[in-house]
């Protein structure tokens, strides 16, 4: 399986970013795309989780600013970055694993730098 994400870059506060992951190879179901983030200096941490089913998680930090979505034909996940803070400032990564079986693939990371 890999995963490759796509859409980070710079942007001012208050601006937006959409970001995309593809998955490709053997793709296991019923499944969970996600995006985590990570900071220098900190853990990496769930932005936003949503399920094969549709099922979504937000991180407290993003709720009513960021959304995610998933195209199940293209394995394709998004994340829609609205009012964007200095703090959101990191390097995100897309992840999918399993719901049933402990499984999980990590795409490369991409930049989000939200600065005036």
């Known amino acids: 399986v890999q995963l490759q994400a796509s859409g980070g870059g710079l942007v001012q506060p208050g601006g937006s970013l959409r970001l995309s992951c593809a998955a490709s190879?053997?793709?296991?179901?019923?499944?969970?795309m996600g995006w985590y983030h990570q900071a220098p200096g900190t853990q990496r941490e769930l932005v936003a989780q949503?399920?094969?089913?549709?099922?979504?998680n937000y991180a407290d930090f993003v709720k009513g600013r960021f959304t995610i979505s998933r195209n199940n034909a293209e394995n394709t996940v998004y994340l829609q970055m609205n009012s964007l803070k200095p703090e959101d400032t990191a390097v995100y990564y897309c992840?999918?694993?399993?719901?049933?079986?402990?499984?999980?693939?990590w795409g490369k990371g991409t930049q989000v730098t939200v600065s005036s």
């Open positions: 949503i399920t094969s089913g549709g099922n979504t």
């Open positions: 992840n999918l694993r399993s719901i049933y079986y402990d499984m999980e693939y």
């Open positions: 190879g053997s793709i296991f179901s019923p499944n969970a």
